[in-house]
């Protein structure tokens, strides 16, 4: 069983640990900056209609960080470095701080415990870990059907949250008054 992948297993320790960190830290500032510049230029400039685009406004509009928002209003910012230790979580933390416009600097400082800590993870037992609970849950007959449901509700809640989002957005968009150009 490999513990990293190849291409950080072949890197001396610190460099793979480096490597982890500056990656973690590079996207919580991706996210942040999301956050922050995409919420305000997105949905007061812009009102597209399709792709990526109408993807990204609807995510923001319909308040796809505000559980990461909630978080960070109600326990400040200590949420940053522990979400580092979520999966799904940690984008919504980082995408939220940005939409709170949190000053870049405490951000960025907060974040480095978080970044440190995900980098220890997975430059150690995080990869092997997620190896060793899919390599024992595949190995076993009820380990593929709790995968295989696993995925199902996955995909079923992804699916079932997109169309009541589009039809929350039909519904707006019908009931907003008609306007004369």
Same mark, same amino acid.
């Given at each position: 069983m490999?513990?990293?992948?190849? *291409? &950080?297993?072949?890197?001396? *320790?610190? &460099?793979?640990?480096?490597? %982890? *960190?500056? #990656? /973690? +830290? /590079? $996207? #919580?500032? +991706? &996210?942040?900056?999301?956050? @922050?510049?995409?919420?305000?230029?997105? %949905? $007061? @400039?812009?009102?597209?209609?399709?792709?990526? $685009? &109408? $993807? +990204?406004?609807?995510?923001? /509009?319909? #308040? #796809? /960080?505000?559980?990461?928002? !909630?978080? %960070? @209003? !109600?326990?400040?910012?200590?949420?940053?470095? %522990?979400?580092?230790l979520t999966v799904g979580f940690q984008s919504m933390v980082q995408a939220g701080a940005g939409i709170l416009r949190i000053e870049t600097w405490k951000y960025a400082l907060a974040q480095v415990p978080g970044a440190l800590a995900w980098a220890t993870i997975y430059a150690t037992i995080g990869f092997a870990a997620w190896e060793a609970i899919v390599s024992v849950a595949a190995g076993s007959p009820a380990g593929i059907a709790a995968i295989v449901a696993v995925v199902l509700v996955v995909v079923c809640t992804v699916v079932l949250g997109r169309r009541s989002r589009r039809r929350a957005a039909e519904a707006r968009a019908d009931a907003a008054p008609e306007r004369s150009v």
């Amino acid at each position: 069983m490999t513990t990293v992948p190849e *291409f &950080l297993a072949s890197m001396p *320790f610190w &460099l793979a640990f480096a490597a %982890l *960190f500056c #990656g /973690a +830290m /590079a $996207r #919580g500032q +991706m &996210l942040y900056w999301v956050g @922050r510049i995409a919420t305000e230029q997105t %949905l $007061r @400039r812009t009102h597209p209609t399709g792709g990526w $685009r &109408l $993807r +990204m406004h609807t995510w923001l /509009a319909d #308040g #796809g /960080a505000d559980p990461g928002v !909630r978080a %960070l @209003r !109600r326990w400040g910012l200590v949420m940053v470095p %522990l979400c580092y230790l979520t999966v799904g979580f940690q984008s919504m933390v980082q995408a939220g701080a940005g939409i709170l416009r949190i000053e870049t600097w405490k951000y960025a400082l907060a974040q480095v415990p978080g970044a440190l800590a995900w980098a220890t993870i997975y430059a150690t037992i995080g990869f092997a870990a997620w190896e060793a609970i899919v390599s024992v849950a595949a190995g076993s007959p009820a380990g593929i059907a709790a995968i295989v449901a696993v995925v199902l509700v996955v995909v079923c809640t992804v699916v079932l949250g997109r169309r009541s989002r589009r039809r929350a957005a039909e519904a707006r968009a019908d009931a907003a008054p008609e306007r004369s150009v």
